[in-house]
């Protein structure tokens, strides 16, 4: 993976994830997707208890980096940023991506349909991290999947905006400190 592969599916992950989305709640009698995007829960109270949970996980997932053996989740994730070679501006814009597309589709629609910790479970599965052959990897992938739920316990009680904004700065978090360890 490269900078621009990166790119493309970070823009496909906003706007695709999104239009998923919206195509998915259009046959929905229950939920509409401008409902979902509503401004009702976008306030200051669930946007910092959003970034409070993405912090708190991002540093218990640096932590967990740290401390599984041999590093090798470490040494894979420097190795697809070494490609990757992404300036700040290129973090926060993955970030955000990620943090709005992901949350839109999996928290806002699927979570609906196949209950959260089903969602976390499919989202941490999607990403490749529940690896039966790596050790390493699916005690992350574990980890992940609560990271994930918590998410889901964000939009469920505080709206779909303290779930992005939780994702995002987890997102900015690892990014970040794969950035500042190259």
Same mark, same amino acid.
């Given at each position: 993976?490269?900078?621009?592969?990166?790119?493309?599916?970070?823009?496909?992950?906003?706007?695709?994830?999104?239009?998923?989305?919206?195509?998915?709640? !259009? *046959?929905?009698?229950?939920?509409?997707?401008?409902?979902?995007?509503?401004?009702? !829960?976008?306030?200051? /109270?669930?946007?910092?208890?959003?970034?409070?949970?993405?912090?708190?996980?991002? =540093?218990?997932? $640096?932590? $967990?980096?740290?401390?599984?053996?041999?590093? /090798?989740?470490?040494?894979?994730?420097?190795?697809?940023? #070494? #490609?990757?070679?992404?300036?700040?501006?290129?973090?926060?814009?993955?970030?955000?991506?990620? =943090?709005? =597309? #992901? #949350?839109?589709?999996?928290?806002?629609?699927?979570? &609906?349909?196949?209950?959260?910790?089903?969602?976390?479970?499919?989202?941490?599965?999607?990403?490749?991290?529940?690896?039966? /052959?790596?050790?390493?990897? +699916?005690?992350?992938?574990?980890?992940?999947? *609560?990271?994930?739920?918590? +998410?889901?316990?964000?939009?469920?009680?505080?709206?779909?905006?303290?779930?992005?904004?939780? !994702?995002?700065?987890? &997102?900015?978090?690892?990014? =970040?400190?794969?950035? $500042? /360890?190259?």
């Amino acid at each position: 993976m490269n900078r621009k592969s990166l790119f493309h599916l970070s823009i496909f992950t906003l706007f695709g994830f999104s239009l998923l989305a919206y195509i998915i709640l !259009h *046959f929905n009698d229950s939920l509409d997707f401008w409902q979902l995007l509503s401004f009702k !829960h976008f306030n200051t /109270k669930s946007l910092a208890i959003g970034l409070g949970i993405g912090l708190l996980g991002g =540093g218990l997932g $640096l932590l $967990l980096i740290k401390i599984l053996p041999n590093g /090798k989740l470490d040494k894979l994730m420097q190795r697809i940023m #070494e #490609e990757v070679d992404p300036q700040w501006h290129h973090v926060v814009f993955y970030s955000f991506c990620a =943090g709005v =597309g #992901e #949350e839109i589709l999996f928290r806002g629609v699927i979570q &609906d349909y196949i209950l959260l910790w089903p969602t976390a479970i499919i989202f941490v599965l999607i990403h490749g991290y529940l690896n039966l /052959k790596d050790k390493t990897m +699916f005690i992350y992938g574990v980890f992940l999947i *609560f990271v994930s739920g918590s +998410f889901g316990y964000l939009h469920k009680f505080l709206g779909i905006y303290a779930a992005i904004s939780a !994702h995002f700065i987890y &997102d900015v978090i690892m990014f =970040g400190y794969l950035k $500042l /360890k190259k």
